[in-house]
C-alpha cells in the first residue's frame, strides 16, 4: 500500500498507515515535544470530540491537553451515563451528532469494530482510542516512538512482550505495528493467555520472528524492550477464568537482575501489581517516561490528522 | 439411469439452473439465495441424483425469477463446485462455475459477540473479507475475527 499521509484520514489501526507514515509521525512528534509544556496555536478554532464509552486516564487526558496545546478545544463525555445513550440512544446517532459538531472524534469502545462503523458514519476524522479487544493504534504509535527515542531505531530489536497476549489490544496493535521492522519477538503469557488465533496467522502471514515462552527468565537476558501488559480482566467472559491467571507474573527486581544493562521496561499503563514497584526506582523503567510522551506524540498526530501549519 | 431421473423435471423456458451442487445441499442454495418458495415463482430441486463429476449432485432450478452473478457467486459458499446456467427460451445463453466473492456482506452473522455487527440497534450490516477460498477462509471486516466453512454453515444454521 502506498502512503496516503495523514490529512484527513481516519486512524482505525496501525495498518492502515504504512512505515513512512508512521516516521513522518516520529519526526513530527519530536518536534512537538518542544511544545508539550507551551503552547502553539496551529489549530485554533478546531474542536476535537472526546466520546469515551469506556473508563480511561491517559488516553483522554493526553488527547485533551494535546489539543488544548495546539490551540484547539475539546468537548466530548467519559462514560455513557451523562449522555443520552443512558435513555437508550445508539451509538450512530451519538456520533453522527459529534460529526456535526466537531472536526475529529477520538472515540473508545467496548465493542470490536465500533471505531470503524464510527468511522464510515462520519464525514470528520476518527481516531480509535480502543475498541473491545481489538486495536488501539495511537498507543503502540507512542509504544514504537518511546522505542525509537531510546534507541535511536527498532529494526534490529529484541522485544518482550509479556502477559495478557489474549485480550489486550494493545498487544494486537503494538505487534502490528512491529511488523514494519525487523525484530525479534519473545511472547510471554501464562497458557491461558496466549495470542489469539488470528494474531498468531498475522504474525506468519508478515513472516515475523518470534517464539512463545511462559517463563520470563528464559529470554530476560536476550531482550532490549520488555513490553509488561496488566491482565486485562473487564475482557474475560468469566471471572473464574480470571482468577485462575490473576497474579501468575511480575517483574520485580530479581527478573531484571539477569538483563542486559540498556534494557528498557515500557508499559501502557495502568499497572496493577504486574511490575514491583521497587522496579521503579530502575534506570530500566520508561513506563512513565513512555506515559509522558502520549502528548507530544498526539500533538504530532492531531496536527498531522487537523492539517495545523506550524 | 441419469437421464431418466433428470427427466422427472422439465425444462425450464427462461432461469437459471444451478448444476453440480454436492449432495443434499440443495436446500443451503435456497437459503443463500433468499428463496424461501413463497415469492410465486416456480423452483424445482432435485436432490440425489446420480452424477459422472461427483458421485452424487442436486440441482436447482428457478424459472422468471433473474439472479445476478454476484447473489449467485454467494452459493459457492456452501457449494463451491456448482455450475450454473442461464436459460433464456429454452436454450442455455451462458454457464459459469461459481466462485466465492471477495467480499461478502449482510449473509453471514459474524461469531463475535463483542462484534459491532452483533449490537441489535445499530444500523450496520456484517461484512466479511475472503482471505483463502480452499479451505475457505473469511474475516470480519469489523472486527477481524477469522471464520471458516463450519462457522458459515453455523450461521446459516445448517451445521
Not at chain 1, 494493545?170 to 502490528?176: D, F, G, M, P, T
Amino acid at each position: 500500500m502506498g502512503s496516503l499521509g495523514w490529512l484527513g484520514r481516519d486512524v482505525i489501526t496501525v495498518l492502515d498507515f504504512t512505515r513512512e507514515d508512521l516516521e513522518v509521525l516520529f519526526t513530527e512528534a519530536l518536534n512537538m515535544e518542544k511544545y508539550a509544556k507551551s503552547r502553539l496555536n496551529i489549530l485554533n478554532g478546531k474542536v476535537l470530540a472526546l466520546a469515551f464509552f469506556e473508563p480511561s486516564t491517559r488516553t483522554r487526558l493526553s488527547f485533551e491537553t494535546a489539543m488544548l496545546r495546539l490551540g484547539g478545544s475539546v468537548i466530548g463525555f467519559s462514560g455513557v451515563e451523562a449522555t443520552s445513550m443512558a435513555k437508550g440512544e445508539n451509538l450512530a446517532d451519538t456520533i453522527r451528532m459529534l460529526d456535526a459538531y466537531a472536526d475529529a472524534i477520538v472515540i473508545r469502545h467496548s465493542i470490536e469494530g465500533a471505531a470503524k462503523f464510527a468511522a464510515e458514519i462520519a464525514a470528520s476524522p476518527v481516531i480509535n482510542a480502543g475498541d473491545g479487544s481489538q486495536n488501539h493504534p495511537t498507543q503502540a504509535m507512542l509504544d514504537l516512538y518511546t522505542i525509537w527515542r531510546e534507541f535511536g531505531t527498532i529494526d534490529g530489536l529484541s522485544i518482550g512482550i509479556l502477559g495478557d497476549l489474549r485480550y489486550a489490544r494493545v498487544v494486537n496493535s503494538l505487534i502490528q505495528a512491529l511488523s514494519y521492522y525487523r525484530v525479534r519477538l519473545h511472547l510471554i503469557s501464562p497458557e491461558p493467555l496466549k495470542p489469539r488465533r488470528e494474531l498468531i496467522e498475522f504474525m506468519n502471514s508478515r513472516g515475523m520472528v518470534y517464539d512463545w515462552t511462559d517463563d520470563p527468565y528464559r529470554v530476560i537476558n536476550d531482550v532490549d524492550v520488555l513490553y509488561v501488559v496488566r491482565i486485562q480482566r473487564e475482557r474475560f467472559p468469566d471471572p473464574m477464568e480470571y482468577e485462575r491467571v490473576r497474579g501468575t507474573y511480575k517483574v520485580d527486581l530479581k527478573l531484571i537482575e539477569k538483563a542486559k544493562p540498556q534494557m528498557v521496561i515500557l508499559h501502557p499503563l495502568p499497572r496493577v501489581d504486574e511490575i514491583d514497584f521497587a522496579v521503579d526506582n530502575t534506570h530500566h523503567a520508561k513506563y512513565f517516561k513512555q506515559a509522558s510522551l502520549g502528548v507530544p506524540l498526539r500533538m504530532a498526530l492531531l496536527k498531522l490528522v487537523l492539517g495545523g501549519e506550524s | 439411469m441419469s437421464n431418466k431421473k433428470e427427466l422427472i423435471i422439465s425444462k425450464i423456458r427462461d432461469g437459471i439452473v444451478i448444476d453440480h451442487i454436492p449432495a443434499g445441499r440443495a436446500l443451503l442454495v435456497l437459503r443463500i439465495l433468499g428463496i424461501t418458495g413463497r415469492e410465486g415463482f416456480r423452483v424445482a430441486l432435485v436432490m440425489n441424483v446420480e452424477s459422472h463429476k461427483l458421485g452424487v449432485k442436486d440441482i436447482v432450478k428457478v424459472e422468471g425469477r433473474e439472479l445476478t452473478r454476484d447473489e449467485l457467486n454467494l452459493v459457492a459458499l456452501v457449494a463451491p463446485t456448482a455450475t450454473v446456467n442461464i436459460i433464456r427460451n429454452y436454450d442455455v445463453v451462458s454457464k459459469f462455475k461459481v466462485v466465492v466473492p471477495d467480499v461478502i456482506e449482510g449473509l453471514i452473522k459474524c461469531k463475535n459477540p463483542r462484534c459491532i455487527t452483533n449490537q441489535q440497534r445499530e444500523p450496520v450490516k456484517s461484512r466479511f473479507r475472503v482471505v483463502s477460498r480452499e479451505p475457505l477462509k473469511l474475516v470480519c471486516d469489523y472486527c477481524g475475527t477469522i471464520h471458516e466453512l463450519s462457522d458459515i454453515e453455523r450461521s446459516l444454521g445448517i451445521a
